[in-house]
């Protein structure tokens, strides 16, 4: 279908994954892109307090 990669959350670890053809990852950095979107891990977790 032509979707490069997939970000997954877990709000209850605060933690994100990405799925792309390498495979499954954790993610350790703070900052998820894939142009046009960027996603800073600890803002998006900040929202959930």
Aim: aromatic residues 10%; negative net charge; glycine residues 4%.
């Amino acid at each position: 279908m032509g979707v490069e990669r997939v970000w997954v959350f877990d709000p209850q670890k605060r933690e994100a994954f990405e799925y792309a053809k390498s495979g499954w990852r954790k993610v350790a950095e703070d900052l998820l892109e894939a142009p046009p979107v960027s996603i800073r891990i600890s803002e998006l977790m900040a929202e959930l307090d």
